[in-house]
């Protein structure tokens, strides 16, 4: 008894010692084996053994009857056939779940597909199959077995027919795969065509007891404890468990977890875990893999087979949706991929930062979408104080400014502060505000400009009452944290920030304030391309700024909106569809503006034109008017540089005469210091050791104030400019011939 035995196990592989450890897949196994072993037999003793295929094909019919009269009677093949009669294990209630006679089972599994499946778990799970696959297709090149082999080894060949068929329950449980024909609307699989397991599908079926394999990792396992109240999920919690109860006859589904970037996605999915009592695993393979529509497929078979929940993190999910790049990926257009794994009892949870990728999901698979609790300030801070531990101590109020810059989510979190742990001593606020920025992942396109600023304050000349607006602004903007937080504010003013207006003519100092708060306050500065924003299609100006305050929302910055008034102009009377859109963006930017929590700075030069719910909405409106004789003084004293002579330069003069902007008295500036280059004269002043870089004559200047007029396309007399009218005749005067 233990002989034969002994040959039964050694025919279940071709290779010694290898065996399946559930006893349903070792009988199919050897049967596959056996009927191999028995088709070579009578490969050999063929009339014509290496005849081609085509030959072969033709002579099936004649030697048909001969070859069932070898297996009756040649002593090997007779044995082999001998073999084959042993009875199947009945695995009624006794298989292990997720193997192969569970399988079996559960698909209700005739003989055909069982040898079928078998047939091609032994090409994956015996190496010496290959060769023995090729011989019986009579084609070296063909180491997979295919239907077509199937039908020669099976005793009822017209069986196999049913196999022909994507609809099959194997191929929909993606427990086989094979290359898919597309004949008009009927799709068929190709007879020739390889058919085979997938390595993660063949182990679970031949090994059920096997470890998780590397690409996946636990995420929830029923008996785990349960989540913090915090990280209940934002659906009613008996809608979820509805949803997601344990039920072998569930469909497919896939659960958006919603949430920004960095936020707690898998506090949020071990909470639904909890409810539904399903084991819950994460894929972390190679983006080349999850690129490929049948791996999911796969990861889908394997999850059913062991009876989890499948969970795609921020980084995995672009590489299945990939919304951005679907002329590349066909199978992502359309809802049929995503159909085919809906006879998979499996429910796949998917991380999204954007709610506009559920688009390329069918709507029938998918079920509400959870939302990821966002981190609130208090949060943030008693994080930040929690990671740092120790080195918080030193930080003071920095931990709480923090907090509120910067709105990273709890991952984001853990990152940054693992980093700062790194550091030797004890952090300073530099520390950890240049930690945080150094997280940041600014995305504006082509929608906005980052700008170095160039100014200090000293540099901002301005009447004493815009002045100290100018400081208020300043001294809101540091005091934001405290206000808001210690003193209760947020909740009413939804945590916005502040809005500024600043108009006056060009070259007035707008832009250069905007720069100085900058500085000041060490924040970003970003100029909004309007360009860019304003678009005359139908709702995309109302996507770009959409895009924009979204990016922005991160971290405290400041969005600087030089000529405001072409985009927060006044509502116009309703004429046409185009009108109605234009308010409706009007209104959304407003909407959007009040609720941004860092600095807007509006510039324009038409305050007139901005519309007046706008104006209501704004904090702060500094005006910059025309520079005084004093203020111009001054300006004039600061823009020529310090290591230039301008003893000769009457600034009293320049000032009184000429009514300009700081703006173009720093052209005229430059372009006199660029004539006077070229002008040869010694850099140092007599009866004096001081050396200078350049020498800048009032005539040079003189010249640079004409062509500045000249370029506004402003008059202005000769009796303007006293006493140096002859340089303007002179510049004027045509040279004789």
């Known amino acids: 008894m233990r002989a034969i035995d002994s040959e039964r196990r050694a025919a279940e592989t071709f290779s010694p010692h290898l065996h399946a450890e559930d006893s349903m897949a070792a009988y199919w196994l050897r049967q596959v084996t056996l009927r191999l072993r028995r088709e070579v037999c009578w490969r050999m003793h063929m009339p014509a053994p290496n005849a081609d295929n085509l030959s072969e094909s033709l002579g099936m019919q004649r030697y048909w009857e001969e070859k ?88 009822r060949p017209e069986q196999v027919l049913t196999l022909a068929d994507p609809h099959h329950s194997l191929f929909r449980a993606g427990l086989l795969m094979t290359p898919f024909r597309e004949s008009m609307s009927d799709p068929f699989i190709d007879w020739e065509s390889p058919v085979s397991v997938p390595t993660l599908v063949a182990n679970q079926l031949l090994f059920p007891g ?71 695993v994460e894929c972390k393979s ?61 429910t796949l949870f998917i991380s999204l930062t954007d709610r506009s990728s559920l688009k390329t999901l069918p709507p029938q698979l998918l079920l ?107 001294h809101a903007m540091k005091s934001l944290t405290e206000v808001h937080y210690e003193w209760g504010t947020a909740k009413a003013w939804n945590e916005s920030g502040i809005s500024v207006l600043f108009a006056g003519p060009p070259g007035t100092g707008k832009t250069m304030a905007a720069e100085i708060l900058a500085l000041e306050l060490d924040l970003p500065i970003f100029r909004i391309d309007l360009s ?18 979204d990016a922005a929302d991160i971290s405290d910055m400041i969005l600087f909106f030089d000529e405001a008034d072409s985009l927060f102009g006044k509502r116009t009377e309703v004429k046409d569809a185009h009108d109605r859109y234009a308010n409706l963006e009007i209104s959304y930017l407003l909407e959007r503006m009040e609720r941004f929590k860092g600095l807007a700075i509006l510039a324009t030069n038409r305050k007139k034109d901005l519309d007046e719910a706008f104006l209501r909405r704004l904090r702060y409106m ?43 008295i720093r052209s005229i ?42 370029k506004m396309d402003r008059t202005v007399s000769l009796e303007h400019f006293g006493p140096y009218a002859d340089v303007i005749e002179k510049m004027e005067k045509e040279p004789k011939k």
């Open 68 to 155: 069932k009269n070898f297996f009756s009677t040649d002593p090997t093949a007779k044995y082999l056939t001998g073999l084959l009669q042993e009875p199947p294990p009945s695995p009624k209630g006794n298989a292990r779940h997720g193997s192969f006679g569970w399988t079996v089972e559960q698909l209700n599994l005739d003989d055909t597909s069982v040898f079928v499946l078998a047939l091609a778990l032994a090409a994956v799970f015996d190496s010496a199959a290959g060769s023995v696959v090729s011989a019986c297709l009579n084609d070296q090149t063909k180491t997979r077995p295919t239907l077509a082999l199937a039908q020669k080894l099976w005793d």
């Open 532 to 549: 860019q924003v304003v678009n005359k299609y139908i709702g995309e100006t109302e996507k770009n700024l959409k895009r924009l305050f």
């Open 286 to 346: 190679l983006p080349g893999l999850l690129d490929n529509p049948q791996y999911l497929k796969t990861l889908a078979a394997y999850c059913w087979l062991r009876g989890f929940d499948l969970y795609l993190g921020e980084d995995a999910a672009p590489l299945v949706l990939d919304p951005g790049n679907r002329e590349n990926r066909p199978h992502r257009q359309n809802a049929s991929y995503w159909l085919s794994l809906r006879f998979l009892p499996v």
């Open 368 to 474: 509400p979408a959870v939302s990821v609790p966002a981190f609130s300030f208090r949060e943030r801070a008693d994080l930040w104080k929690e990671l740092l531990g120790p080195k918080a101590g030193a930080l003071g109020t920095a931990v709480n400014e923090c907090a509120r810059r910067f709105r990273f989510e709890k991952e984001t979190l853990r990152r940054i502060a693992e980093g700062l742990h790194v550091l030797p001593g004890p952090l300073s606020p530099a520390d950890l505000i240049d930690a945080c920025r150094a997280h940041l992942e600014l995305d504006m396109g082509e929608l906005a400009q980052p700008v170095t600023p160039r100014f200090e304050e000293e540099s901002l000349i301005l009447p004493h009452k815009q002045h100290l607006q100018f400081r208020e602004v300043v």
């Open 210 to 280: 096997s470890p998780l394999p590397t690409a996946l990792t636990p995420v929830y396992t029923p008996g785990d404890t349960a989540p913090d109240h915090r990280d209940t999920p934002s659906v009613n919690p008996r809608r979820v468990k509805a949803a997601l109860h344990p039920d072998t006859g569930r469909a497919f589904h896939i659960v958006p977890i919603l949430g920004k970037s960095g936020a707690a996605h898998r506090e949020t999915l071990r909470a639904v875990a909890h409810l539904s009592g399903r084991p819950v």
């Open 622 to 664: 500094i005006d910059f008017p025309f520079p005084g004789v004093e203020q111009r003084k001054r300006i004039w004293e600061q823009v020529i540089p310090n290591t230039v002579d301008r003893s000769d330069v009457d600034i009293d003069f320049l000032a009184q005469r000429f009514q300009l902007t700081g703006g173009h």
């Open 669 to 710: 500036v430059l372009n006199a210091c660029l004539g006077a280059a070229v002008s040869g004269e010694p850099r140092v002043r007599p009866h004096s050791s001081e050396e200078f870089k350049g020498v800048l004559r009032m005539e040079q200047v003189i010249a640079a104030v004409k062509r500045e007029y000249d």
